[in-house]
């Protein structure tokens, strides 16, 4: 069974680079010793085994690590040690969980990549996403519904379970973003196929927009917009998969 205190991620990571102090180090050392659960996460988190690896490679090489060391720096409370690789990975998973409050550092640092607007910044973070980032979140129905009901009475669009289902696709969580103060909706499903999507919603003024394609950070983006809100699936889904679901959604949100 696993300890009431466990130790999180980021510190088992620490622990795994030797920066914890030796006590705690050693109180480390001592859980692992009697809680398999626990030395199992520890094994998960060694560098080569590390599931988040394999999904993060592509991410790494692009070299956000500067970008991101730049961003922490302008928080008031930012670190100011150099990220290993693998603790850039387990910060960029710490904070995909964590929710709403790490999305709104992640969605205020101003105009990610180059300014290109709220799309270009939502395909910024979901590139970091993996199955692992979700696999933890709550599965209860009444949790999502009122998660649902939170996020639609603030973009002013009544969202239900059935409402925002997609064909093939698991409903893990929804969430209000900020992107340069406009409330965006996000809501992040699973797809055992292809891993973690995302349906983002803002309200618009620019009217009725039919759907449209277009592809950021190695995933497929399809967005389209009602008369009063704006709609935005990202995924590593086929387009032809996407469209299916957009098609869903336009059905069944009526606003």
């Not at 040690?81 to 790490?102: I, N, W, Y």
């Not at 979700?134 to 519904?145: C, T, Y």
Request: with cysteine; charged share 20%.
């Amino acid at each position: 069974m696993t300890h009431a205190h466990a130790p999180t991620d980021e510190l088992l990571v620490a622990y795994l680079d030797g920066e914890l102090e030796p006590e705690q180090h050693r109180l480390i050392a001592d859980q692992i010793q009697t809680d398999p659960d626990l030395a199992a996460r520890l094994e998960a988190l060694h560098c080569a085994d590390m599931p988040f690896k394999a999904a993060f490679d592509s991410v790494l090489n692009q070299a956000p690590n500067e970008r991101l060391q730049a961003m922490l720096k302008t928080l008031p409370s930012a670190p100011t040690a150099t990220f290993s690789r693998r603790r850039f990975l387990a910060v960029a998973a710490s904070f995909t969980v964590a929710g709403v409050v790490a999305d709104r550092l992640f969605m205020n640092w101003p105009h990610a990549e180059s300014g290109q607007g709220w799309r270009a910044s939502v395909a910024e973070y979901m590139a970091l996403y993996t199955p692992q980032t979700l696999e933890h979140l709550s599965s209860d129905p009444a949790s999502h519904r009122a998660q649902l009901n939170a996020v639609g009475a603030q973009l002013g669009l009544p969202l239900s379970p059935e409402s925002v289902s997609l064909p093939g696709a698991e409903f893990r969580r929804a969430q209000i973003l900020d992107y340069d103060s406009v409330l965006i909706g996000q809501l992040t499903y699973l797809d055992p196929r292809h891993g973690p999507l995302a349906l983002c919603i803002t309200a618009s003024k620019k009217g009725a927009q039919p759907v449209a394609t277009e592809q950021r950070r190695g995933m497929n983006v399809v967005y389209w917009s009602n008369p009063s809100h704006g709609f935005m699936l990202i995924g590593r889904n086929p387009f032809e998969d996407l469209q299916i679901m957009a098609s869903s959604v336009e059905k069944t949100l009526v606003s």
